[in-house]
């Protein structure tokens, strides 16, 4: 099984707002990844996840704020978010052992619409 | 820096006849290479990957790619298209391995596959 799950599909936030999206895999896999895609371009990483601690920030804003609670999880919540945020936010999961060449498996990503 | 070249935006191909869709890289060391394809409104889904060992390497529904040291390339092919296969097409290769664990993927542009009837 190699399935990645997210929740919501689709989500339309005000800036004010605050919501979270979920990611969920039971692969056994400790590395976990949010990416950032916008339409017709490839991802963009934003946090990588190892043994349930923050490994990589690629300079994202601070109003993503990414929580992993324990090896199958991965939340990312967003607050005060902007208009250009708005794109199809995807997680990923892979074994995190060093030295392995290990494949992500991508979730089917979440919809987020900023208004 | 680790990069992945994706020449084509679009390919065209008539249904039954072969596709071929490139992609060339640029490593320092061993390239850990990585095909990747996208159906409108979905996540990425894993095709393939290259680590080792022959150059030929097959992948999930019909796929396959050929990696070429001299060449730097990595093309992704399949004998027959179907209507089915249209979707966007992401080559990757996999920076070097990451000091905590986990890897960190540098994806190309991306091409986009029209397969018609």
């Known amino acids: 099984d190699t399935e990645v799950t997210q929740t919501p599909k689709h989500l339309v936030m005000g800036m004010t707002n605050k919501k979270s999206l979920k990611c969920e895999q039971h692969?056994?896999?400790?590395?976990m990844y949010w990416y950032k895609q916008k339409a017709k371009k490839p991802p963009e990483l934003m946090f990588v996840?190892?043994?349930?601690?923050?490994?990589i920030n690629e300079s994202v804003p601070s109003r993503f704020s990414p929580e992993c609670p324990n090896s199958s999880l991965l939340n990312l919540h967003l607050h005060a978010l902007q208009p250009e945020d708005s794109a199809l936010y995807l997680c990923?999961?892979?074994?995190?052992?060093?030295?392995?060449?290990?494949?992500?498996?991508f979730g089917p990503g979440t919809r987020l619409l900023v208004l | 820096a680790q990069s992945v070249a994706q020449p084509e935006d679009q390919v065209n191909v008539a249904e039954g006849n072969p596709l071929t869709v490139k992609c060339t890289y640029s490593?320092?060391?061993?390239?850990?290479l990585f095909w990747y394809v996208q159906y409108p409104n979905r996540g990425l889904q894993f095709l393939l990957k290259?680590?080792?060992?022959?150059?030929l390497v097959k992948g999930s529904y019909g796929f396959e790619a050929e990696f070429n040291k001299s060449q730097t390339s990595f093309h992704l092919k399949k004998p027959s298209a179907l209507v089915s296969d249209s979707a966007l097409y992401f080559c990757?290769?996999?920076?070097?391995?990451?000091?905590?664990?986990?890897?960190?993927?540098?994806f190309g542009t991306g091409t986009q596959l029209k397969v018609e009837l």
């Open positions: 990923a999961s892979s074994q995190a052992r060093a030295g392995a060449q290990e494949t992500q498996y």
């Open positions: 692969m056994g896999h400790r590395a």
């Open positions: 996840y190892s043994y349930e601690k923050l490994s």
């Open positions: 490593v320092s060391g061993n390239p850990y």
């Open positions: 290259y680590i080792t060992g022959d150059n």
């Open positions: 990757a290769v996999r920076d070097p391995i990451l000091t905590g664990g986990g890897n960190k993927l540098t």
